[in-house]
């Protein structure tokens, strides 16, 4: 029975059914007698969050440009259809072809968060295919996976065959190339890892092995194969005017999380934040230029009929014509009757004017991220931002009629004290004083503060850094929640310490994690990131069956350690990341790049232009 009858009789039993039948408006279909290389591409969650990742229509329509490529998606089914293809046998599958994942020449996981680990073991045992890479054969895919967090792949080095690392455009056209060759040549699948090993970007980790000490750290990588690079050396897209975007993307057939055009605007940031791994990772920053952006979002508007327009980057307010780009944006959204949305803005003057004349009387909720409660603590995470900053936003904000702000700070801090906490407290205090003292301002005001638990992440100058434990979260949120009930006007959110808990072992994990990974989504665990489902205990007894402290991957490290993910370059030096966390103990902030090389490294790599072409 083909794929197609079997789901015909599934899908009036399951919730949603729309997420498995394809078919979209500009999703690609093609003549397979005539292709020789399938992708089918793997989104980890839900249809309505990964058809939300920009990523995925990039990486589509770029694949399926290429004659002999056909790229299809895949993503993982919500709990009631896979109760159901596990009990009629039905296999993961495709959505454009309905073709069985199993059958494909690839299957590639983009990898956006760590809690999405369990789903990707999950959706390879639905496939049928064995979950190590030891296990499989000549008859099964590759499997392989590229993404933010693949730049520490050692977590799931026993399940993946080989990972991309860095932009994704040159490598996939370069692997179909490989690819297409090898197929022809009629080599067994190890010849074809051999070949495509020395693709800039391309991790093999069979290729390499670790080797331990007693106290579990890592004494050498040792090279099982001779041709494999010493190090990784990420992929760097230099100009991104000239690779290619999509003006046709895919439109959902049911509401999704961001069901709107997207156009990327930049690629990289300069702000240089010591906690973050993706301004770290994606650097340097290039930009498109304006012109380039504002034809992509007409076309894009034209073909696909979304009432909404985004522009992407990690910090849009960076962008070095960010003025005339939005002025000229709204104007063609006015005259389309389209809305602009525009996250990540700094909240200075031009920004409120282009709030207010995009919000009108409609004021939704207004966010900053001071991320710390102090100067001092914004200081060691090189967040540039000061408390006047923050207080005259909020005046003019609550003067042009917001009255719901939102404000973001991260907890657990390297250096954090509990003046730290205060220090939120009392930015939260004086933003409702700001609102009091505004003469015929009046109205419900809701101050909303908002703290997620710091992670310690490879690549970053804190992938040293311990994190703190449950039961130190679970004590600064006690002490911030009881110092913010009595402020009126004040709503208090936080994060599952227990999921920041397990991302920590994830995100600085070696490859003696993978087998806890695979334990504990035999266990039952999936959907790691929805609170709902999430089964701590599960996976305490997971790490417990597979022999894993988890202190120590939670715990400080030494800049001699061996690290898991020290074959990975990134573009950077392990020196600029030792002299930034230096540097954060002395509570030194380093200039953005933007306003002279801070001698990150990464100009040695590619040309590393701040002003972009415009």
């Known amino acids: 029975m083909t794929v197609n009858h079997q789901l015909d009789k599934l899908l009036m039993k399951i919730e949603k059914p729309a997420r498995y039948i394809g078919g979209e408006l500009n999703s690609v279909n093609k003549d397979l007698d005539n292709i020789s290389t399938r992708f089918a591409f793997a989104f980890p969650d839900t249809y309505e969050i990964g058809m939300s990742y920009v990523g995925l229509q990039i990486i589509y329509h770029l694949l399926n440009k290429i004659e002999y490529v056909f790229c299809e998606r895949v993503f993982a089914p919500a709990l009631d259809m896979e109760k159901l293809m596990r009990e009629t046998g039905l296999p993961l599958f495709t959505l454009e072809s309905k073709s069985k994942i199993k059958d494909m020449d690839f299957l590639a996981f983009t990898l956006q968060y760590e809690l999405s680990f369990t789903n990707i073991v999950n959706m390879i045992d639905l496939a049928q295919i064995p979950v190590k890479s ?98 990784i050396e990420k992929q760097i897209v230099d100009d991104l005017n000239n690779v290619d975007y999509p003006e046709s993307t895919i439109v959902p057939l049911i509401e999704v999380v961001h069901d709107r055009a997207v156009v990327e605007i930049f690629r990289g940031c300069t702000r240089g934040c010591r906690f973050c791994q993706a301004g770290m990772i994606y650097r340097p920053v290039r930009e498109r230029s304006k012109n380039k952006i504002k034809a992509i979002a007409e076309k894009q508007l034209q073909t696909t009929g979304h009432d909404e327009l985004s522009i992407l980057s990690l910090s849009t307010s960076d962008y070095s014509k960010i003025e005339p780009l939005v002025t000229e944006l709204m104007g063609m959204c006015r005259n389309n009757d389209v809305s602009l949305s525009l996250p990540s803005l ?187 489902h999430f089964k701590y205990d599960l996976w305490m007894k997971a790490f417990e069956d597979t022999g894993i402290d988890i202190n120590f991957y939670t715990s400080e490290k030494n800049y001699k350690d061996i690290l898991p993910w020290d074959l990975i370059d990134a573009g950077f030096t392990k020196e600029f990341l030792i002299s930034e966390n230096e540097k954060a103990k002395s509570e030194v902030q380093t200039r953005d790049c933007r306003k002279g090389c801070v001698g990150c490294g990464i100009n040695q790599k590619t040309t590393c232009s701040q002003e972009g072409t415009l």
């Open 134 to 231: 030891i296990e499989r054969d000549e008859s099964h895919p590759f499997i392989c996976a590229g993404g933010p967090c693949a730049f520490n792949p050692e977590p799931l080095a026993d399940i993946v065959d080989f990972f991309m690392i860095g932009d994704g455009e040159d490598v996939l056209v370069e692997l179909s190339k490989a690819h297409k060759e090898w197929k022809e040549s009629g080599e067994i699948k190890e010849e074809f890892l051999k070949k495509i090993v020395n693709i800039k970007g391309i991790y093999v980790p069979k290729f390499y092995e670790p080797v331990y000490k007693e106290d579990g750290s890592i004494l050498e990588i040792k090279k099982v194969y001779d041709k494999a690079p010493d190090t």
């Open 346 to 532: 700094r909240l200075d003057s031009f920004s409120f004017k282009v709030l207010e004349e995009i919000q009108g009387y409609k004021k939704s909720g207004l966010t900053f991220a001071p991320e710390a409660g102090t100067q001092r603590l914004r200081n060691v995470i090189n967040k540039s931002i000061t408390d006047e900053n923050i207080y005259s936003s909020v005046e003019q904000a609550i003067e042009l009629g917001w009255n719901n702000i939102k404000l973001y700070f991260m907890i657990g801090l390297p250096t954090e004290t509990e003046e730290d906490l205060d220090g939120i407290v009392d930015i939260a205090k004086n933003i409702i004083e700001i609102k009091k003292n505004l003469k015929g301002k009046s109205g419900r005001f809701n101050v909303t503060i908002s703290v997620s638990n710091f992670v310690p992440k490879a690549h970053t100058p804190f992938q040293w850094v311990a994190q703190n434990t449950i039961e130190e979260f679970n004590y600064k949120h006690n002490y911030l929640r009881e110092r913010l009930r009595v402020i009126k006007g004040v709503t208090f959110n936080y994060h599952n310490n227990k999921t920041s808990h397990l991302e920590a072992i994830f995100a600085r994990g070696d490859r003696r994690v993978s087998k806890s990974i695979i334990q504990a989504a035999k266990l039952g665990c999936k959907f790691d990131g929805w609170t709902e």
